[in-house]
């Protein structure tokens, strides 16, 4: 009976997808290892729209990608979730009323992999709003996997060409309320977690000495817009 009841919801899914033109990607994403160890196979290219499910240790939120705001950067996005790079990262920069940051690895290996596999930058064709997803870089041409929300008005990141290329749709009560009471990371004057050694150590130096921090546990994509 098990089985009966999965294939006539499978079917119910597929059924509503034809409706609203959406393909239904499975509920889970598997971690592709040998992918994301090899980022000159993270290659495909973004569906125009498409959606992702952050499943987190607060809450589900969803964020919607328009490729056009930003194709590398969208790109580069699509294929990390799709591929389960995000599952257990944590949010390992909170800052208050500014954003909330992720995107480096619980596992060094990966981080190792990927923290020179750079895309070229993206012209800034959105603004830095409430809800809205960029990449963090170090200058130009540096954008790896590190990602943040912002919680406010950030439109002064534009002119230092943060290329926005999706936006939190439902769910922005789940971002505000990832715990920040660590603060900023070290260099910037706080006493949050420090990214070299989250690359170094993974998330064992996380689990030891921030115990309430906040996690991804996994990132599905949930709608591919018809292309």
């Not at 290659?43 to 959606?51: H, V, Y």
């Not at 590398?72 to 599952?87: C, H, P, S, T």
């Not at 200058?139 to 943060?162: E, H």
Request: with cysteine; glycine share 8%; hydrophobic share 40%.
């Amino acid at each position: 009976m098990r089985l009966t009841a999965t294939a006539l919801m499978m079917a119910a899914l597929v059924a509503i997808a034809v409706c609203f033109g959406v393909a239904v990607q499975p509920a889970t994403a598997e971690v592709n290892v040998e992918k994301l160890m090899n980022p000159a196979q993270l290659n495909e290219t973004a569906p125009a729209k498409f959606a992702v499910e952050f499943d987190t240790t607060k809450g589900k939120f969803i964020l919607e990608v328009t490729r056009a705001w930003a194709p590398n950067g969208a790109d580069r996005f699509y294929n990390l979730v799709k591929n389960g790079y995000f599952d257990n990262c944590s949010f390992f920069r909170v800052v208050a009323n500014f954003m909330v940051q992720f995107g480096v690895s619980g596992n060094p290996k990966l981080s190792a992999a990927l923290a020179n596999a750079r895309i070229k930058d993206d012209p800034v064709k959105q603004s830095n709003l409430r809800g809205y997803i960029t990449y963090a870089m170090a200058g130009p041409n540096t954008r790896t996997t590190q990602l943040f929300i912002s919680f406010g008005d950030n439109k002064f990141l534009d002119s230092q060409n943060f290329a926005p290329f999706g936006k939190v749709t439902k769910g922005m009560d789940v971002v505000d309320s990832i715990y920040s009471g660590y603060g900023d990371m070290p260099s910037q004057g706080g006493k949050g977690p420090d990214p070299t050694k989250i690359h170094l150590e993974g998330n064992a130096y996380l689990e030891k000495n921030f115990p309430k921090i906040d996690y991804i546990k996994t990132a599905t994509i949930v709608t591919d817009a018809a292309k």
